[in-house]
């Protein structure tokens, strides 16, 4: 399991860049993900990303350095 990078930058009070999508895509997922961003939020709640597709996008960010 890798460390969570997010968590460790949190508890020394860094700020962290997060990336937001709201397109269904996988591929936007992982293109985002290799930008240098800590972190990426699917938004599931006001976009039109259902929940396989989600699956699809996480699945493509856990290739990535983001969380």
Excluded: Y
């Excluded at 996988?26 to 699956?55: K, L």
């Amino acid at each position: 399991m890798r460390s969570n990078r997010l968590k460790e930058m949190c508890q020394r009070q860094e700020a962290a860049i997060n990336a937001w999508l709201s397109i269904p895509s996988s591929f936007a997922a992982e293109v985002m993900g290799q930008q240098g961003v800590e972190a990426v939020t699917v938004d599931m709640q006001h976009g039109m990303i259902g929940f396989e597709q989600a699956v699809c996008m996480f699945q493509a960010l856990s290739a990535t350095p983001a969380l």
